[in-house]
Protein backbone atom coordinates (compact mmCIF):
# COMPACT_ATOMS: atom_id res chain seq x y z
CA UNK A 1 0.00 0.00 0.00
CA UNK A 2 1.00 3.39 -0.62
CA UNK A 3 0.07 7.38 -1.05
CA UNK A 4 -0.30 8.36 -4.73
CA UNK A 5 -1.65 11.92 -6.55
CA UNK A 6 -3.97 11.03 -8.92
CA UNK A 7 -2.23 13.18 -12.14
CA UNK A 8 -4.71 11.87 -15.07
CA UNK A 9 -7.13 9.09 -16.59
CA UNK A 10 -6.56 6.58 -19.09
CA UNK A 11 -9.16 5.74 -21.49
CA UNK A 12 -9.06 2.81 -23.30
CA UNK A 13 -12.28 1.60 -25.91
CA UNK A 14 -11.05 -1.90 -25.97
CA UNK A 15 -10.58 -4.16 -22.64
CA UNK A 16 -10.58 -7.11 -21.13
CA UNK A 17 -13.87 -8.07 -19.45
CA UNK A 18 -12.40 -7.82 -15.72
CA UNK A 19 -11.88 -3.99 -16.65
CA UNK A 20 -15.72 -3.34 -17.33
CA UNK A 21 -17.42 -0.84 -15.56
CA UNK A 22 -14.03 0.53 -14.27
CA UNK A 23 -12.25 3.86 -14.12
CA UNK A 24 -8.55 3.77 -15.14
CA UNK A 25 -6.54 6.21 -13.28
CA UNK A 26 -2.99 7.49 -14.08
CA UNK A 27 -1.42 7.43 -10.16
CA UNK A 28 2.12 9.18 -9.36
CA UNK A 29 3.86 7.54 -6.32
CA UNK A 30 4.46 10.30 -3.54
CA UNK A 31 5.82 10.44 0.07
CA UNK A 32 4.09 11.65 3.13
CA UNK A 33 5.27 15.09 2.20
CA UNK A 34 4.02 15.15 -1.78
CA UNK A 35 7.46 14.62 -2.87
CA UNK A 36 7.01 12.09 -6.24
CA UNK A 37 8.32 8.54 -4.99
CA UNK A 38 8.92 6.46 -8.42
CA UNK A 39 7.27 5.79 -11.60
CA UNK A 40 3.70 6.62 -12.34
CA UNK A 41 1.48 4.01 -13.09
CA UNK A 42 -2.38 3.34 -13.93
CA UNK A 43 -4.40 1.95 -11.35
CA UNK A 44 -8.58 0.69 -11.34
CA UNK A 45 -10.61 3.53 -9.50
CA UNK A 46 -12.68 2.23 -7.11
CA UNK A 47 -13.55 5.20 -4.98
CA UNK A 48 -14.58 7.64 -7.59
CA UNK A 49 -10.64 9.78 -7.02
CA UNK A 50 -10.09 12.56 -9.63
CA UNK A 51 -7.08 14.23 -11.01
CA UNK A 52 -5.60 15.95 -8.48
CA UNK A 53 -6.41 13.71 -5.18
CA UNK A 54 -4.18 11.97 -3.27
CA UNK A 55 -5.19 8.15 -2.22
CA UNK A 56 -4.29 5.16 -1.34
CA UNK A 57 -3.24 2.60 -3.88
CA UNK A 58 -3.25 -1.26 -2.83
CA UNK A 59 -0.55 -2.97 -5.24
CA UNK A 60 -1.12 -6.96 -5.27
CA UNK A 61 -3.39 -9.04 -7.11
CA UNK A 62 -4.99 -10.63 -4.09
CA UNK A 63 -6.40 -7.31 -2.93
CA UNK A 64 -7.60 -6.26 -6.27
CA UNK A 65 -9.67 -9.24 -6.44
CA UNK A 66 -11.19 -8.68 -3.28
CA UNK A 67 -11.91 -4.94 -3.79
CA UNK A 68 -13.39 -5.92 -7.38
CA UNK A 69 -14.81 -8.81 -6.12
CA UNK A 70 -13.18 -10.82 -9.11
CA UNK A 71 -11.93 -13.96 -9.23
CA UNK A 72 -8.02 -13.91 -10.44
CA UNK A 73 -8.49 -10.49 -12.11
CA UNK A 74 -5.59 -9.12 -14.77
CA UNK A 75 -5.01 -6.31 -12.32
CA UNK A 76 -2.01 -5.29 -9.90
CA UNK A 77 -3.46 -1.95 -8.81
CA UNK A 78 -6.40 -0.67 -7.00
CA UNK A 79 -7.40 2.71 -5.86
CA UNK A 80 -8.53 1.86 -2.81
CA UNK A 81 -9.46 5.52 -0.34
CA UNK A 82 -8.93 8.73 -1.10
CA UNK A 83 -6.71 10.86 1.58
CA UNK A 84 -8.06 13.46 3.48
CA UNK A 85 -4.91 14.50 5.20
CA UNK A 86 -1.57 12.78 6.77
CA UNK A 87 -0.44 13.42 10.04
CA UNK A 88 2.37 13.21 12.18
CA UNK A 89 4.61 14.99 9.84
CA UNK A 90 8.03 15.89 11.59
Known amino acids: M ?6 GTVTST ?5 YAN ?4 LVQPVTPDGAEAGD ?6 TV ?3 VGERVIVLRQGV ?3 Q ?5 RPPIR ?3 AGIVDRVDGLS
Not at 2 to 7: E, Y
Not at 40 to 45: I, K, P, Q, Y
Open 22 to 25: TKLM
Open 63 to 65: AAA
Open 77 to 79: SVI
Open 40 to 45: SLVAVD
Open 67 to 71: VLNVD
Open 2 to 7: FLAQVV
Open 14 to 18: IKHEA
Open 48 to 50: GAG
